[in-house]
């Protein structure tokens, strides 16, 4: 409504003074390392590589299956993310986009991504489908999940910490993307590091993650220590 009246569309937005009903943040949902390994094995070996990228470079799935061979930097062990596949093709972030980033590969990633790609054209997309009369188009993100993710997930299953035999839990493919946002968290990575790893055009976003920094209150339980004299009350 607001672009309504800058084009003289309308004179005046109705939506002005409308206060919003707050949208409740949900915590983001992410694997445990045991769980995002039953993932891997019960996937068809050709999309391991796939799903290994998602995971430890949180990239969003239009970004994996949109990830050019060129854009892959061997001798730096780095990727940059430039363009995204979308239900219309593939499209370039605009360059003032945080999206647009560089993302670091750990060693046993770039391995497994260098012999998957060693025999790709330079401009070739990096994964594509693979079905008879069908091979080398751009995945569509509907299918891909219909046809791949969600049979993998389902039969994936996990010991717990009792040993039982548990259910992957039933996440989407976006949660590679906070699987890896929650490790490095966990790791210590700080959250501004974070956002820039993962893109987010806004700090806000990245928070949701704070909870699982393992200092997250440290600092609080600390200032509570030094005060010279703590409130008692009488035993």
């Known amino acids: 409504m607001r672009a309504a009246v800058d084009d003289d569309v309308i004179a005046v937005s109705p ?43 949180g990239l969003r799935w239009g970004e994996l299956s949109g990830l050019h061979r060129h854009r892959i930097e061997q001798r730096r062990s780095r990727l940059f993310v430039v363009e995204v596949n979308t239900k219309s093709g593939i499209k370039e972030y605009p360059k003032s986009s945080k999206s647009r980033r560089e993302v670091p590969l750990p060693p046993h990633v770039l391995e497994a991504l260098e012999r ?6 330079r401009d070739a997309v990096v994964f594509t489908t ?45 949660s590679m993307r906070h699987t890896c946002a929650s490790w490095l968290v966990q790791k210590g ?26 200092d997250a209150h440290k600092a609080v339980l600390g200032a509570w220590e030094r005060m010279e004299a703590p409130l008692t009350i009488a035993a």
């Open 15 to 57: 939506c002005r003074s409308i206060d919003l009903p707050p949208i409740a943040v949900k915590p983001p949902q992410w694997f445990t390392l045991d769980q995002a390994q039953s993932i891997l094995d019960e996937l068809p070996t050709v999309w391991r590589t796939m799903c290994l990228l998602g995971f430890y470079t």
């Open 116 to 121: 998957h790609i060693h025999r790709l054209d």
């Open 189 to 214: 990575v700080s959250l501004y590091e974070v956002q820039h790893l993962l893109g987010h055009e806004s700090f806000q976003t990245a928070q949701r993650y704070a909870h699982l920094q393992p």
């Open 130 to 174: 693979l079905t008879k009369g069908r091979a080398g188009r751009l995945l569509n993100d509907g299918n891909w999940r219909r046809q791949t993710w969600w049979p993998t997930v389902d039969g994936a299953y996990y010991f717990d910490d009792d040993g039982e035999r548990q259910l992957v839990p039933h996440y989407p493919p976006h």
